[in-house]
């Protein structure tokens, strides 16, 4: 018998996060000469470890998929994939060129260097561009004084025929935590971007799901948002849980108890010792641990489902195994089902907030020796 661990991802789940995302967008949508907001699924390090292919499948409905791996590009095309994929940092190399014209891939271009290659390059066909504006990332992207110039340049090579479409994007730096400083982002992109034609791409999960900020577009733009997390069943904002945001958990890490033991009051448990116990404890060893991707950080306290009861953390997270308090469900036992994060148990950002980090962190964490079923 394989060790009792297992991860699964729910296609439902994700298909069901994607409709929640698009039911809002067309909600909020009150503008009648609005074209409607296409959605790029962001389906990034490995669909944020959920899979490729299932995401793929399960995001049928999006208008197209973000991501950054070429190869993973390839994996869409290879899995049926027919609508756009956006490349999110675009190319890295000159010789990349000729599998973004093969696979149809759509680029980000966020410094001369990427437009200096396309210049170069030979190109079968024309590429199609989103042109990118720092606005206060300060990671990727043209600075709001070189964009005019950028344009400038990707403009004549669209003239030579290097490029077909031309759209212009920017990344918030803080759509998940202030409004004010992501409103004047979003002004800023408006004074230097606004008055180029072409699709617009903004948005991530918490500008998508912050109607003022993607409404703050000219409603006859083509807009572009590009959810990630939100997708997932995650929140990406501190403030408010996914539950309440109507997202259903995509994954979830399951495992067993291996073993209980009664504790007196006054012992210790694991590495460093770091629970003592106050009064008798009776505990379950489960069959999980750093090695599987679950954070070491997350100590006593941290909360955790077993036999279908929240319960919580006692002391460090080792390995291969971990511990929980098993006080107050004297039903549970040896083999009885642990749920670490999703469905039927916490929620992954409640156990990422417990080790100071963050659900996608975990999401992206989880080791290949997990085994993992789709469903
Ligand atoms: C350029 C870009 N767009 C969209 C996203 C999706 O972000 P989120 O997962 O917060 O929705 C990311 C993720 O980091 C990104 O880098």
């Not at 490995?46 to 490729?52: M, S």
């Not at 049928?60 to 956006?86: F, S, V, Y």
């Not at 600075?143 to 030579?160: C, H, I």
């Not at 997932?232 to 994954?251: E, I, M, V, W």
Request: charged share 20%; glycine share 10%; proline share 5%.
């Amino acid at each position: 018998m394989p060790r009792p661990i297992l991860l699964t991802v729910s296609r439902k789940a994700l298909s069901h996060n994607l409709n929640t995302v698009i039911n809002g967008l067309k909600r909020s949508n009150t503008n009648s000469n609005n074209p409607g907001i296409k959605v790029w699924a962001v389906i990034k390090a490995n669909a944020y470890g959920h899979g490729i292919e299932p995401a793929v499948e399960a995001f049928e409905q999006a208008n197209g998929l973000g991501m950054l791996d070429l190869d993973e590009a390839i994996r869409c095309r290879q899995a049926g994939w027919t609508k756009p994929i956006l490349l999110l940092e675009g190319f890295f190399h000159e010789s990349d060129l000729s599998i973004v014209q093969e696979y149809d891939l759509t680029i980000a271009v966020h410094c001369t260097h990427q437009l200096e290659m396309i210049n170069k390059a030979s190109l079968l066909k024309p590429l199609n561009v989103f042109l990118k504006l720092n606005c206060g990332m300060n990671r990727l992207g043209f600075m709001p004084e070189e964009y005019a110039k950028a344009w400038e340049y990707a403009a004549m090579l669209r003239s030579n025929g290097k490029i077909d479409t031309l759209g212009k994007m920017t990344h918030f730096s803080r759509a998940d935590d202030d409004p004010n400083e992501t409103q004047q982002q979003l002004e800023l992109f408006k004074r230097v971007a606004g008055q180029f034609p072409g699709p617009v791409s903004l948005c991530n999960s918490a500008a998508t799901l912050s109607p003022q900020v993607w409404s703050g577009i000219n409603e006859n733009t083509e807009q572009w948002v590009r959810p990630g997390i939100c997708l997932y069943g995650g929140t990406p904002f501190a403030d408010r849980d996914a539950n309440s945001l109507g997202l259903l958990p995509a994954q979830t890490l399951k495992a067993s108890i291996l073993a209980v033991r009664d504790l007196k009051a006054g012992a210790s448990i694991g590495y460093g010792h770091q629970f003592t116990a106050t009064e008798n404890v009776r505990m379950g060893v489960v069959s999980c641990g750093y090695a599987d991707g679950y954070p070491r950080l997350a100590g006593t306290g941290t909360p955790i489902t077993v036999h279908g009861k929240r319960t919580r953390l006692l002391g460090r997270v080792s390995m291969d195994m971990m511990v929980a308090d098993l006080t107050h469900i004297p039903e549970a036992g040896p083999g009885s089902e642990v749920v670490l994060w999703g469905q039927g148990g916490p929620a992954i950002d409640e156990v990422a907030a417990h080790a100071q980090t963050i659900g996608y962190e975990l999401m992206c964490a989880v080791a290949t020796r997990v085994p993992r079923v789709i469903i």
